[in-house]
């Protein structure tokens, strides 16, 4: 069975990864005008208050660019929480917002300070990650039953959740299925060498938990350099260890043959993490990897 794949964008590909637009600046217009240039026809929101908050104004925003959106993005220090109840305002303005747009995902992933290499899980005790697990189950029931939005967590790199028992546990505790990214996947799961198969053998094993994707690769040669030097990933990040996806050591390929084995079918966002991208520089690889996955047959 073939997958069927929505290809999607996101402001992190233009460097924008907080709601005031940085680390690059990118101004929201200038994302929307060349995410529409470039032929993407769907979006992830981003950082939530970086795209216009008014529903009306949004909606005409997306409407003449022939853009909509696919999934909310939720990201939150859940370190900075002992209930959801703390935090659920937030994620009920935000999902009353997405929901107008009948959007059916809210992608969330944790932003707490884990140290530069991870180093405060260590001293965590059982009783915090219960509490952390308990946390992201409660945020999955409200959005399924207030809204009818499933949230998906997104493992991501120096946060509570991004090795692969952290992503099992999670999955087992909160029931919540995945929004799987290929190359944090990758640089925290696998190793610096073409091909790397830790993310397309976690897809063949779960497959029934990833209901989303984000699609990115990692720099073999950069990774190595990272590995040899003990760079934190934010120093990875502005070396681009992020890079195009027919140049890393995910073999894109093989990955389409996995997604089409497995029957998937959703969204998958192509999300590059350029912190410090010109907004040519991020064009340019916006509408280089589109044409690479048409190249492979990932998408018509």
Same mark, same amino acid.
């Given at each position: 069975?073939?997958?069927?794949? $929505?290809?999607? $964008?996101? @402001?992190?590909?233009?460097?924008?990864?907080?709601?005031?637009?940085? @680390?690059?600046? $990118?101004?929201?217009?200038?994302?929307?005008?060349?995410?529409?240039?470039?032929?993407?026809?769907?979006?992830?929101?981003?950082?939530?208050?970086?795209? @216009?908050?008014?529903?009306?104004?949004?909606?005409?925003?997306?409407?003449?660019?022939?853009?909509?959106?696919?999934?909310?993005?939720?990201?939150?220090?859940?370190?900075?929480? *002992?209930?959801?109840?703390?935090?659920? @305002?937030?994620?009920?303005? &935000?999902?009353?917002?997405?929901?107008?747009?009948?959007?059916?995902?809210?992608?969330?992933?944790?932003?707490?300070?884990?140290?530069?290499? !991870?180093?405060?899980?260590?001293?965590?005790? /059982?009783?915090?990650?219960?509490?952390?697990? =308990?946390?992201?189950?409660? &945020?999955?029931?409200?959005?399924?039953?207030?809204?009818?939005?499933?949230?998906?967590? *997104?493992?991501?790199?120096?946060? #509570?959740?991004?090795?692969?028992?952290?992503? &099992? %546990? #999670?999955?087992?505790?909160?029931?919540? %299925?995945?929004?799987?990214?290929?190359?944090? *996947?990758?640089?925290?799961?696998?190793?610096?060498?073409?091909? +790397?198969?830790?993310?397309?053998?976690?897809?063949?094993?779960? !497959?029934?938990?990833?209901?989303? #994707?984000?699609?990115?690769?990692?720099?073999?040669?950069?990774?190595?350099?990272?590995?040899?030097?003990? #760079?934190?990933? +934010?120093?990875?990040?502005?070396?681009?260890?992020?890079?195009? &996806?027919?140049?890393?050591?995910?073999?894109?390929?093989?990955?389409?043959?996995?997604?089409?084995?497995?029957?998937? !079918?959703?969204?998958?966002?192509?999300?590059?993490?350029?912190?410090?991208? !010109?907004?040519? /520089? =991020?064009?340019?690889? =916006?509408?280089?990897?589109?044409?690479?996955?048409?190249?492979?047959?990932?998408?018509?």
């Amino acid at each position: 069975m073939e997958a069927r794949i $929505t290809i999607a $964008t996101a @402001p992190c590909s233009w460097g924008v990864w907080y709601a005031d637009g940085r @680390p690059s600046g $990118t101004p929201w217009n200038v994302f929307l005008d060349q995410a529409a240039a470039a032929a993407y026809r769907a979006l992830e929101l981003g950082p939530d208050g970086y795209l @216009p908050q008014e529903e009306t104004v949004l909606r005409e925003e997306l409407r003449r660019r022939n853009l909509e959106l696919c999934a909310g993005t939720a990201c939150y220090q859940f370190d900075h929480y *002992h209930s959801f109840e703390e935090f659920r @305002p937030k994620v009920e303005n &935000l999902c009353r917002r997405i929901k107008a747009f009948n959007v059916r995902y809210l992608v969330t992933m944790d932003e707490s300070d884990v140290g530069d290499f !991870s180093e405060k899980k260590k001293d965590f005790s /059982k009783e915090t990650w219960k509490n952390y697990f =308990a946390m992201f189950r409660k &945020l999955g029931i409200y959005t399924k039953n207030e809204f009818g939005i499933e949230t998906v967590f *997104h493992p991501h790199i120096k946060t #509570l959740i991004e090795t692969e028992e952290e992503i &099992l %546990r #999670l999955m087992e505790e909160s029931e919540l %299925r995945l929004c799987f990214d290929t190359g944090h *996947h990758a640089y925290v799961n696998g190793g610096a060498e073409k091909p +790397d198969r830790s993310a397309i053998d976690f897809i063949n094993g779960h !497959s029934e938990s990833i209901a989303y #994707l984000h699609f990115k690769n990692v720099d073999g040669t950069v990774r190595k350099r990272v590995i040899a030097e003990n #760079l934190t990933s +934010d120093a990875a990040f502005d070396i681009d260890v992020m890079c195009d &996806l027919r140049d890393g050591i995910i073999d894109y390929t093989e990955l389409k043959q996995t997604l089409d084995n497995i029957g998937f !079918s959703g969204i998958a966002v192509i999300e590059m993490d350029m912190p410090r991208a !010109s907004t040519e /520089k =991020a064009f340019a690889a =916006a509408k280089r990897n589109l044409a690479y996955l048409r190249e492979i047959r990932m998408i018509p």
